[in-house]
């Protein structure tokens, strides 16, 4: 059953891009591009420390999220919006701290977590855009993330901190983002 749960995260991990990538050629989605490149430089990192850590389950998440971060970057670099604000400029730094911290530790648990507030930090303008223009935002997108990394949890046989952490923050950011999204449009129609 645990191989089933982590074949049907595969497939809402591809569904997820699969999405972002149709939602931008129609131009309904316009990515953030410094989230965008971000969350690519981050994508690597995952898979490293999830490889590095011998995790066999999250790592298929982490490769998933590692192509489509590509994919949808390329994109943005056409479509997407942002990417030279003092708040961008100022991220890419936070991010770059963080990364020197992983880097010279050389422990891939304190590398996941310190991908983690890599991302968190990567994903902020992302959860501006949201709120200030929810319209230009796929939120199918992050849900399929939400039940992505719901199957990918499931399909763990022990649950230790270094295999769940992963997963788990893909769950409640991408969780965030779609109650963002969706309570922002629900507003602003009915104003």
């Given at each position: ?28 989605f ?14 690597i ?66 590398g ?57 923050y ?22």
């Open positions: 059953m645990k191989n089933i749960f982590l074949i049907i995260s595969t497939i809402f991990g591809f569904s997820t891009f699969i999405i972002g990538i149709y939602s931008i050629i129609k131009g309904h316009r990515p953030q591009r410094m989230t965008r490149f971000l969350l690519l430089l981050n994508s990192l995952f898979v490293g420390t999830l490889f590095a850590q011998g995790d066999r389950n999250a790592i298929y998440l982490a490769l998933i999220y590692f192509l489509g971060s590509l994919v949808i970057f390329i994109l943005s670099l056409k479509t997407g919006i942002g990417g030279t604000t003092k708040l961008d400029v100022t991220i890419l730094f936070m991010a770059i701290i963080s990364l020197i911290v992983w880097y010279t530790t050389k422990n891939p648990v304190l996941l977590v310190m991908s983690i507030v890599t991302d968190i930090i990567s994903v902020y303008p992302t959860i501006i855009k949201a709120w200030i223009l929810p319209e230009t935002e796929e939120w199918r997108c992050y849900l399929t993330e939400v039940l992505a990394s719901s199957f990918n949890i499931l399909s763990l046989s022990v649950f230790t901190f270094g295999k769940i952490v992963y997963p788990l893909i769950w409640i950011i991408n969780a965030v983002i779609v109650l963002i999204i969706v309570l922002r449009q629900k507003q602003l129609k009915h104003k």
